[in-house]
């Protein structure tokens, strides 16, 4: 129970000492991920337009 009592305080002050830091690398790491997704999001957005589209045009 003390280990764990103990590695909660740790992680709580390196969290508090290194949060900036650690919040800036992760945001570094994955801005090209992110950018990736909202590209393909956009994409599939564009394409389920186009198939309504011409669905409307089928049905009419």
Same mark, same amino acid.
């Given at each position: 129970?003390?280990?764990? @009592?103990?590695? *909660? *305080? +740790?992680?709580? %002050?390196? +969290?508090?000492?290194?949060?900036? /830091? @650690?919040?800036?690398?992760? /945001?570094d790491k994955t801005r090209i991920?992110? !950018?990736?997704?909202?590209d393909t999001l956009? !994409? %599939? %957005?564009?394409?389920?337009?186009?198939?309504?589209?011409? *669905? /409307?045009?089928?049905? !009419?």
């Amino acid at each position: 129970m003390g280990r764990f @009592l103990l590695g *909660i *305080i +740790v992680g709580a %002050a390196a +969290v508090w000492f290194y949060g900036r /830091d @650690l919040i800036e690398y992760v /945001d570094d790491k994955t801005r090209i991920a992110r !950018s990736k997704a909202a590209d393909t999001l956009h !994409s %599939a %957005a564009e394409t389920l337009q186009g198939a309504r589209e011409t *669905i /409307d045009r089928r049905i !009419s």
